[in-house]
């Protein structure tokens, strides 16, 4: 038996990939996950550039709608998103919301880019193909000017949804984050009208919070969340963290 639904959403231009780590380690808690590619978000460049914000929130507001009723929904965001996170919440029944490295503050286009690019090279060195790993950066690198306009939607929707929320809140941030300035987590923290609410500022963990020397301390302060604000998830024994 499961203990609930978790749908972990990933950042602007980026893919499930990113939450893989953090996926496995909540399958191996018994959560159920779905790790949904936002719309416009596969292989050309002319289906980013023709993807909205609207489309990126119906992409989870879709596995949220289908679980209603029937198990305890928790949404994990990074990065963008954490704030399309954050307006499902404010639009959805769910259970909780983790929000990791929750993108308000961040560079300026040019320059996140090329910080994005710079922490895939960094973070897939060693998983990818010189061709994949290529190809990724070459993504980034060549978003469409109409996506970034919507990328900035999706965050103002997300940061106007944050005094609305009272369910329990989880937010992380790696101190040393590149793309993302750490005091959108304070901001984020403080916004949230939540009585449950919880903020993890990581020592020395980058943007990528999933693929950081952190990311197994990540890992368990979700899982210690969840199981804080729902005992009945409680791992079983053989699951239990040290």
Known sequence: MTAGLCVLVHGFTGSPEELTPLADRLREAHYEVALPLLAGH???KDDLRRATASAWIQSVVSHVRAAAGTK???LVGFSMGAMICATVARRQTVASLTMLAPAVYYAGPTQMFRQIAGVIKDTWATRATPGQLRQRIDKVANTPLQSLMQFRRAVQLGKSALPYL??????V???????VEPRSALYVHGAVQSPVKELHLIPNAGHMLCYSAQANQVADIVLNFLERIDPSSKRPPDCEMP
């Open 166 to 171: 009272t369910l329990p809140v989880c937010v």
């Open 173 to 179: 941030h790696g101190e040393k984050d590149e793309v």
């Open 42 to 44: 596969g292989q050309a």
């Open 72 to 74: 305890p929904v928790h």
